[in-house]
């Protein structure tokens, strides 16, 4: 049996779900997180078994949240892998009022990178000691390519993808690796929410002709959280069916 064991944040359900289903198939144990829907992750931890050690819930807007969920999460088992996919994604132009343009900026930013790199200092600590270790951040397309309306979010996810790479860098010789993963369309309810009526002009732009599913995204998790994947740290992996290069 392998105990290895993974945060997997933003869990309750589309790319987090599908990875902690995936992580079980793999004979690695999760722990669940959500920020508000407790429900659908008390769900999935019994459709996982045993292999779920806990859910936790806690809103990571707070930095005294976030601390929460590393420290109860390690009282729930030792930690190896941690996950980073909670996000938030809100439309918001640049020419907003004030109000609306500061609140989207604090927001994207606070739980799109300031949270992640916050778990992933704590987690980078005890992997440290340990010498062994991953942290996967789910990134964004749009953090390469940038997107109309939506600057602070494509900004809050090209951070994560250089944090990411400088702290491969840094973190090489200490026996730990990161990762991210670069999504482009991937059919959940986040998405669904602005892809309803553009979806034959979302298709056009996808040679591969199918929106992404959160299960290609889990597989590609799979691997880079795989001893497969032991030469690889620094590596985002694109997946959007050809849809962008860079």
Request: aromatic share 8%; with cysteine; hydrophobic share 40%.
């Amino acid at each position: 049996m392998n105990n290895k064991t993974a945060l997997v944040t933003g869990s309750s359900r589309g790319i987090g779900a599908a990875i902690a289903r995936q992580l079980v198939k793999d004979d690695r144990n999760v722990i669940l997180h959500c920020s508000s829907n407790r429900s659908e992750a008390e769900k999935l931890k019994e459709e996982l078994g045993q292999r779920c050690l806990g859910v936790v819930q806690a809103d990571l807007r707070s930095e005294v949240e976030t601390r929460r969920l590393w420290n109860e999460s390690k009282g729930l088992g030792d930690i190896d892998y941690l996950v980073n996919n909670a996000g938030i994604y809100v439309q918001c132009p640049f020419s907003a009022l004030e109000d609306e343009w500061r609140t989207s900026r604090s927001d994207m930013m606070r739980v799109n990178f300031e949270a992640p790199s916050e778990l992933t200092y704590y987690a980078l600590e005890d992997f440290r000691k340990r010498g062994s270790g991953k942290v996967l951040n789910v990134a964004s397309r749009v953090g390469f390519r940038g997107e109309a309306n939506a600057a602070f979010y494509a900004a809050s996810k090209a951070a994560l993808i250089n944090l990411t790479r400088s702290l491969a860098v840094e973190y090489a010789a200490s026996g730990i690796q990161l990762f991210g993963l670069a999504p482009g369309w991937v059919d959940t309810s986040m998405a669904r929410d602005g892809m309803e009526d553009r979806l034959p002009e979302i298709l056009a732009t996808i040679p591969i002709g199918r929106m992404g599913s959160p299960e290609d995204c889990a597989s590609a998790a799979s691997y880079l959280l795989s001893d497969a994947a032991s030469y690889l740290s620094g590596v985002v992996i694109d997946i959007n069916g050809a849809s962008y290069f860079h």
